[in-house]
């Protein structure tokens, strides 16, 4: 008999930047037989998905579905679909996944403008505002909730700045979505991704996306094909979308089974009652936090419920507390990211981990290895 290597596999608290814990049932969907990619009844899973995040995205977009792979795949297709060679492309940055975003842009040829703020603090609308004045672009770009810091980023003011502007507005909710509120027909934006693992409490290799009207006009009035034929949108809308279903590349059914389940236990607990449970959980994390003297990194009107970015406790070492957390309290949380390295930590609770339950236990452990 050879052994297993998944029979050692123990269950972790994921109190990181994602993945976060997985709901039981959403294991069990995972778990259901494999459909074929064009099975009727795989196809009304595929629609039923597609009305979940409109709901989840507050849009009525008709281009709304998940890509397949994670979210930087994601974010990979809003750029290839609506940049073009040359387009001036202004970026917002203040974190790893804003960098992120202008590497991309840059890869694809964009005439990308850099606009970088303090990590730790939200994008200055004034400055963008004024930089809008010196330039006309075709794409202006800016993560919602930047998981590297901590930060929540103005999502809703932006889009006023861009309501009178031909630029089309593009959204990272990774983070976000599932965890604060998220209302992208409101706010004007033209396009969204998310991903899985992060609030939607599901595991990694999938990333909901949408697109208004206008990024679809962009799309279709293309003067040279999308560069990237698996993300190509106007391609997998004959899958996704339609009275007849064309195949593309095979989605990744189980995935998107799990999806399935992870969006409905967020909206049968009610969006707005989610939300709130992720504040709730959040403050009692910081009030926690506090007790023990460890300091919150960002300022508390642009903290993030889901991912709290703390200083690294006194007398602790980074790599080595981690250690602990992991290998004592089988709990993990993240390290710092770019300029955070080495002095932050990142505690996510996000979706399913958000529980008083996790919290409570984390604190404990906290206050263990800071003994
Ligand atoms: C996690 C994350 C990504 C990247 O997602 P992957 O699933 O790791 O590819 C992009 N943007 C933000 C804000 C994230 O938190």
Redesign the pocket.
């Known amino acids: 008999m050879s052994n297993n290597m998944l029979d050692r596999i123990e269950e972790v608290l994921l109190m990181g ?2 993945p976060s814990y997985i709901h039981p049932n959403v294991y069990e969907a995972l778990s259901k037989p494999t459909l074929g990619h064009l099975d009727p009844y795989f196809v009304q899973i595929m629609d039923g998905i597609k009305a979940q995040l409109q709901e989840l995205f507050n849009t009525k977009n008709q281009l709304s579905l998940p890509i397949s ?7 990979e297709a809003v750029f290839v679909n609506l940049v073009e060679k040359g387009d001036p492309v202004l970026i917002l940055i203040n ?3 804003g960098q ?1 975003m202008k590497d991309v842009a840059s890869r694809l040829g964009a005439d990308v403008d850099a606009l970088e703020f303090t990590w730790g603090q939200p994008v200055d609308l004034a400055r963008v505002k004024e930089q809008l004045g010196k330039r006309s672009y075709k794409i202006v770009a800016m ?6 810091t901590g930060v929540r980023n103005p999502a809703e003011g932006l889009g006023e700045l861009l309501k009178d502007n031909d630029a089309l507005y593009l959204l ?5 979505l599932g965890g604060i509120e998220v209302s992208i027909d409101k706010w004007g934006v033209d396009a969204v ?1 998310s ?4 609030c939607l409490s599901c595991p ?1 290799g999938l ?1 909901p996306a949408s697109f208004s009207s206008r990024a679809v006009e962009k799309l279709s009035g293309r003067k040279t094909p999308v560069p990237n034929w698996y993300l190509d949108m106007s391609m997998i809308t004959k899958y996704w979308g339609g009275s007849k279903r064309a195949y593309h590349h095979t989605a990744p059914i189980n995935m998107n089974y799990a999806l399935y389940q992870a969006l409905k236990n967020i909206l049968d607990e009610g969006p707005e009652k989610v939300f709130q449970r992720h504040q709730r959980v959040h403050e009692r994390l910081v009030a926690g936090l506090e007790e023990l003297g460890v300091k919150m990194v960002v300022d508390p009107a642009h903290r993030l419920p889901m ?1 709290n970015a703390i200083y690294i406790p006194d007398g602790v070492e980074d790599a080595e507390g981690r250690k602990k957390l992991r290998e004592k309290h089988k709990i993990e949380i993240g390290g710092g990211l770019g300029d955070f390295a080495g002095k932050v930590w990142r505690v996510g609770i996000m979706g399913y981990t958000a529980q008083e339950q996790y919290v409570d236990r984390f604190l404990e452990a906290i206050k263990d290895i800071m003994k």
């Open positions: 930047p994602g792979g994670t979210g930087s795949a994601g974010m974190g790893v996944f992120r993560v919602h909730a930047e998981t590297s990272d909710t990774v983070t976000s991704y991903g899985t693992q992060k990694p990333s991912l």
